[in-house]
């Protein structure tokens, strides 16, 4: 007989396209010399595919390492008429498999936002 298999993730995600923009703000103190297409401050698009209360999903062309803090903003007119923005860092990163949304896959975790933005973003997936 299967065993049934459960969910470990502590928020459900929820799975839609949405067009965002990111901002790195600040790269990890302990990497040097960092031969990174994005500098400190550096904008770039990125699409997520899924989200959480408490992360993001990302994929873009570019690697960036684990520990970046990262702005991203979400400015679609189906979700919110004000711009959503949240401060993350990169939990986890790795290569896509097919090059569909972007190169690689970034795992943020939300550490900064209104709760109220993220319920709205949050809810566009549902």
Partial sequence: MKREIRETRKHPRYTKI???DCKALRFPDDIMGEKSKIKEGGTFRAT???VS??????NCDFILPERTT???TVS???ITKKPI???TRIAWTKRNAYKIFGRYAAGLH???GN???IDMLVEHFN
């Fill in 18 to 20: 949405l067009n965002i």
């Fill in 48 to 50: 997520t595919i899924n």
């Fill in 70 to 72: 990262i702005e991203i």
């Fill in 76 to 78: 679609d007119p189906a």
């Fill in 115 to 117: 709760k109220g933005d």
């Fill in 110 to 112: 939300i550490e900064e």
């Fill in 85 to 87: 923005t949240l401060k």
């Fill in 53 to 58: 209360q408490t992360g993001v999903l990302i």
